[in-house]
Nanobody
Framework: EVQLVESGGGLVQAGGSLRLSCAASGFISDDDHAIGWFRQAPGKEREGVSC????????YYADSVKGRFTISSDNAKNTVYLQMDSLKPEDTAVYYC?????????????WGQGTQVTVSS
């Protein structure tokens, strides 16, 4: 079974940076898959932040993070990273990584436990 474990969250001042990691296991090596990052702030709905496709490396970003966040993958380590720069207080949320067959049009069947990101003003 696919397992995802996030790490790297924490407390940072506005304008600072954090790098989140999503360590994945259980994928069949030849299967295409996508890893997405989502976030949920208190009282708000879950929001898709970014996604990367394993088959072609294509990346997607929400408008709210374009130009500030960068998603990347290290296939040798089975890890996907989310580099978050120029952080804003509104980026405060629990960040989750999830796995699907594709970045869009397929269900997110596996989720990590989440990691808290808090950006102070």
């Amino acid at each position: 079974e696919v397992q995802l474990v996030e790490s790297g969250g924490g407390l940072v001042q506005a304008g600072g940076s954090l790098r989140l990691s999503c360590a994945a296991s259980g994928f069949i090596s030849d299967d295409d898959h996508a890893i997405g990052w989502f976030r949920q702030a208190p009282g708000k709905e879950r929001e898709g932040v970014s996604c990367i496709s394993s088959s072609d490396g294509i990346t997607y970003y929400a408008d709210s993070v374009k130009g500030r966040f960068t998603i990347s993958s290290d296939n040798a380590k089975n890890t996907v990273y989310l580099q978050m720069d120029s952080l804003k207080p509104e980026d405060t949320a629990v960040y989750y990584c999830a796995a699907a067959v594709r970045c869009s049009g397929s269900p997110w069947g596996f989720w990590g436990q989440g990691t808290q990101v808090t950006v102070s003003s």
